[in-house]
């Protein structure tokens, strides 16, 4: 599994949440919402410090991750994080 991050989602994550060097972006299962594979969960994002890394890219310093116990939301595809043109917001695909 890995994680992917278009230059526009990198930009969005500098301009949006004033992300720079050294910062680190979780992505995670939460409970509520839906998505692809799972009913009742979706994907969350936040600035947090990670325990137990299960993936990991960093772009231009930035530290974007999944913890370990957060793969299984992602039945073993890959995460694209890019941004939605009509309401540029960041959208996410999972690519198997």
Not at 19 to 29: E, H, L
Not at 37 to 61: A, T, Y
């Amino acid at each position: 599994m890995n994680i992917k991050i278009t230059e526009e989602a990198l930009r969005w994550f500098k301009e949006e949440m004033e992300v720079s060097a050294g910062d680190m972006i979780r992505f995670y299962a939460r409970y509520g919402g839906s998505s692809p594979f799972h009913e009742g969960f979706s994907l969350g994002m936040n600035r947090e410090e990670p325990h137990d890394v299960g993936v990991k890219k960093i772009i231009d310093e930035v530290h974007f991750y999944i913890e370990k116990n957060d793969l299984w939301f992602f039945n073993d595809h890959d995460l694209l994080v890019d941004v939605n043109a009509g309401t540029e917001e960041l959208k996410y695909d999972y690519i198997k």
